[in-house]
C-alpha cells in the first residue's frame, strides 16, 4: 500500500523473497503501473479492491503479507492492511502517523487468527552484511534502483521536487548536487 521509493522497493524486495503474486496499492495511476513494470502482477487504487483479489486468489484467506508504505501512515491504513491478511499473516508498517493514534482491528482476528502487526525501519537491515548483499544485487542487474528514478533535480529546482512528489508524478526524484 503506496508505491512510492518505498513501495517500490517492497514489490522488489517481495520478488526476490519467491513471492508470486504482488499487489500494488497506490490512487495514483502512473504508481500503479510503475508497480506493474517492476513486477507487480496486479495493482489496485484502493486497499478494499486488493484485498478482495487477495481473498479470490487464496480460496477466501487474504494476503500472507501487507506492506504499508504510505508516507503519513493512518490508523486507518493500518487497520486495512490487517483486514487483509490471511490467518498467522502479517501487517508490516514502515511509516509514521501523527503519534497516539488508535488502530482500528478486530481483536477477535488477532487471537483466533494469530495475525501480526509488525513495524519495520529500514526493512529491518543489517547493514554490515545486506548493504554489501543489495550492492551485489544492484551490480548483477537483479536491484533496480536506476529505474526508480523519475526526475533529476539540481539544488535551484528543489521546491519543484517537493511538488512533484506531492502530486505523485515520482517514484523517486533525486538532487544532484553539481
Do not use: W
Amino acid at each position: 500500500m503506496g508505491i512510492g521509493g518505498i513501495g517500490i522497493s517492497a514489490v522488489q524486495g517481495a520478488l526476490h523473497a519467491g513471492a508470486t503474486t504482488v499487489i500494488a496499492v497506490d490512487p495514483v495511476e502512473f504508481k500503479r503501473d510503475e508497480a506493474k513494470r517492476f513486477g507487480a502482477t496486479h495493482s489496485f487504487a484502493t486497499m478494499d479492491e486488493a484485498a478482495d483479489l487477495a481473498r479470490q486468489l487464496s480460496n477466501g484467506q487474504g494476503a500472507d503479507s501487507a506492506i504499508v508504505t504510505v508516507g503519513i501512515v493512518k490508523p486507518e491504513h493500518v487497520g486495512q492492511a490487517f483486514a487483509a491478511i490471511r490467518k498467522g499473516g502479517t501487517a508490516v508498517v514502515t511509516g509514521l502517523g501523527g503519534g497516539g493514534d488508535a488502530v482500528p482491528i478486530d481483536l477477535t482476528e488477532l487471537t483466533l487468527y494469530q495475525k501480526r502487526i509488525q513495524g519495520s525501519l529500514f526493512g529491518q537491515c543489517n547493514p554490515t552484511s545486506d548493504i554489501v548483499y543489495l550492492l551485489d544485487m544492484y551490480k548483477l542487474g537483479a536491484l533496480r534502483l536506476d529505474e526508480m528514478i523519475t526526475r533529476t533535480y539540481s539544488l535551484d529546482e528543489i521546491g519543484q521536487g517537493y511538488e512533484d512528489m506531492h502530486a505523485g508524478i515520482n517514484l523517486r526524484g533525486v538532487v544532484l548536487f553539481d
